[in-house]
C-alpha cells in the first residue's frame, strides 16, 4: 500500500514538472522558479528528516532551513545505504562511485529521481539534433558495469526515437579498433565519450590509414574529464567538419546537474536542484561568481542530498540566455586539482589546460612536469604533436606566466599512458607530475 501510494505521489509530481517546465520562461531569477524551489526544498527536507537514518540524525543539528552543515563525500561513504530516503528495494537502478577520490560510493536510484534527472538532457539533446540535422545514429563509448553513463545516455536516444549503439573501448570483446570499425560502418553521427577518447580515436583512424573524412560524425558529446575550448578546438583540428561539445555535468552522487547544448555550454538544470557557491577552504559563501558548487536535490526521490559539497570549482553566469535555460555553468575542475604557482597561488586546471593549449593544433596529449623546489620551480610543457607543421613556436609562454616559474615547450612522439586517464582518475593525476621539494 505504502509503495503504491509513493508510485501515486510520483505520477502527480511528473505532471507538475511537466506544468513548470511549458511555464518557465528559464529566467534562473523568475519568481515562479523561486516558489518551485521553496516548495520542493521544503518536500525533500521533510522526505529526508523522515526517511533518511542519516538525515534524521541531522535534522535538529540543522535547523529550520537545513543551513550552516554540509554533506560531504566522506559523508555519503560512512553513511551508506543510511543516506536513501527509503528502502534499497525501491531502487530502479544501483550505481557506484569509481572510487578514484576515495572508497566506493553506493547510488542506487528511484525512477523518479532518474526520470527527472534525464528530462533536461532529452530537452537539449532534442535542440541539438535539430541543429545537426537528422537522420542520427547516436554511439555511447563510456565505462559499463556500476556506472550510469550507458543507461542515461541510452534511455535519451531511446525517449528521442534514435538509434545507439554501445561502444565500450575498455571492453576486452570491443576496443577500439572494433569500434572503429563499427562507428565506419554505421555511419555513426554523434559520439557520446570522454574528451580524451576524441584523441584516442583520431590516433587509432591515422594508424589505420584512414581519415576523418571517412567517418559521418557530426558532433563529440564529451563528459567525465575536463575539457576547455582550447582542448575542444584542439580535438576538432583531428576532426574537421564535427563539433566537439560537453555533453553534461553531472555525477554518480548527482545525477545530471548540467545539460550540454547546442552551441557548447554547459546550462544548470535550475528545476532538479537549489545552487550555491562557496569558498572551497572554509565553506563560507563565495564572494563572486566563481567557488566550489553545492547541490540540494529538489527532487523527492530515493537519494536526495542536502548541500551536497561537489569537491569541484565552478565559474556561473548570472545574465539568462533566452535560447537555452538556466544559468551557463564553466567547470574549472576539481578542488583538489588546482596547481600551486611559484609565488604561491593556486590556479585552477582549467586555466592550466586552457594556456598549456592556446593556439596549438593537432595535439594529440599534453603533460606538465614542474621540478626544482618551493622556492625555484621550473616547468615543462610536453605535446604530443605528430605533424612537424604543427609544432609552432611561441605555444606555452602564457602558461609560463600563469605558473609564475620559468617553462620550457618539448614536442614529442610519445607520452605517458597516465595521460590518457583523466576520466577515470584525476586531471591532476593525469596531466600534471609536480615533483618539487619543499627546500
Not at 560531504?72 to 536513501?84: C, F, H, S, W
Not at 539533446?125 to 563510456?142: H, Q
Not at 569537491?311 to 537555452?324: M, N, R
Not at 555553468?329 to 604561491?344: F, N, P, S
Request: charged share 20%; glycine share 8%; proline share 7%.
Amino acid at each position: 500500500m505504502a509503495t503504491s501510494t509513493k508510485h501515486r505521489g510520483h505520477e502527480v509530481l511528473k505532471r507538475a514538472w511537466e506544468s513548470m517546465e511549458n511555464r518557465w520562461d528559464g529566467d534562473p531569477r523568475s519568481p515562479a522558479l523561486e516558489s518551485w524551489r521553496a516548495e520542493r526544498l521544503e518536500q525533500v527536507r521533510a522526505l529526508t528528516a523522515r526517511e533518511s537514518v542519516f538525515y534524521s540524525r541531522r535534522a535538529e543539528q540543522m535547523g529550520p532551513q537545513w543551513s550552516g552543515e554540509f554533506t560531504t563525500k566522506a559523508d555519503l561513504v560512512e553513511a551508506g545505504m543510511d543516506i536513501l530516503a527509503g528502502s534499497v528495494a525501491e531502487a530502479e537502478v544501483y550505481y557506484e562511485t569509481t572510487g578514484t577520490t576515495g572508497p566506493p560510493t553506493p547510488c542506487p536510484r528511484g525512477e523518479l529521481e532518474v526520470w527527472a534527472s534525464n528530462r533536461t538532457l532529452v530537452r537539449a539533446w532534442t535542440s541539438m539534433l535539430a541543429e545537426d540535422g537528422r537522420p542520427a545514429v547516436v554511439a555511447i563509448m563510456g565505462p559499463s558495469e556500476l556506472y550510469a553513463f550507458g543507461d542515461v545516455f541510452g534511455s535519451v536516444a531511446r525517449t528521442l526515437g534514435v538509434p545507439q549503439v554501445k561502444l565500450w573501448p575498455d571492453s576486452p570483446r570491443v576496443g577500439l579498433s572494433k569500434a572503429l570499425r563499427i562507428l565506419r560502418q554505421l555511419q555513426v553521427t554523434h559520439v557520446v565519450c570522454a574528451p580524451s577518447m576524441v584523441l584516442e580515436l583520431a590516433e587509432v583512424v591515422s594508424a589505420a590509414g584512414l581519415s576523418s573524412q571517412d567517418f559521418a560524425i557530426k558532433r563529440f558529446l564529451v563528459l567525465g574529464e575536463l575539457s576547455t575550448p582550447d582542448f575542444r578546438s584542439n580535438a576538432e583540428s583531428f576532426w574537421p567538419g564535427a563539433r566537439v561539445s560537453p555533453a553534461m555535468y553531472g555525477s554518480q552522487e548527482a545525477l545530471c546537474v548540467a545539460s550540454g547544448w547546442p552551441d557548447g555550454s554547459l546550462r544548470l538544470n535550475e528545476l532538479n536542484y537549489h545552487f550555491e557557491l562557496v569558498n572551497p577552504h572554509d565553506g563560507s559563501p563565495a564572494a563572486g561568481q566563481v567557488g566550489e558548487l553545492v547541490v540540494t536535490s529538489l527532487v523527492p526521490g530515493l537519494r536526495p542530498m542536502i548541500r551536497f559539497r561537489t569537491g569541484d570549482l565552478v565559474a556561473l553566469e548570472t545574465d539568462p540566455c533566452h535560447e537555452h535555460p538556466g544559468r551557463r555553468l564553466t567547470v574549472l575542475g576539481r578542488v583538489a586539482d588546482q596547481v600551486l604557482t611559484g609565488d604561491g597561488r593556486r590556479v585552477s586546471a582549467y586555466d592550466v589546460e586552457r594556456l598549456a593549449l592556446k593556439d596549438v593544433q593537432g595535439c594529440l596529449g599534453y603533460q606538465v612536469l614542474i621540478t626544482g623546489s618551493s622556492q625555484l620551480p621550473a616547468a615543462r610543457l610536453r605535446l604530443l604533436v605528430p605533424d612537424p607543421a604543427n609544432r609552432t613556436p611561441g605555444v606555452g609562454e602564457a602558461l609560463g606566466e600563469l605558473l609564475a616559474m620559468p617553462l620550457t615547450v618539448e614536442f614529442t612522439d610519445s607520452l605517458s599512458p597516465r595521460t590518457k586517464t583523466g576520466a577515470t582518475a584525476s586531471w591532476k593525476t593525469a596531466r600534471l607530475v609536480d615533483s618539487r621539494s619543499s627546500r
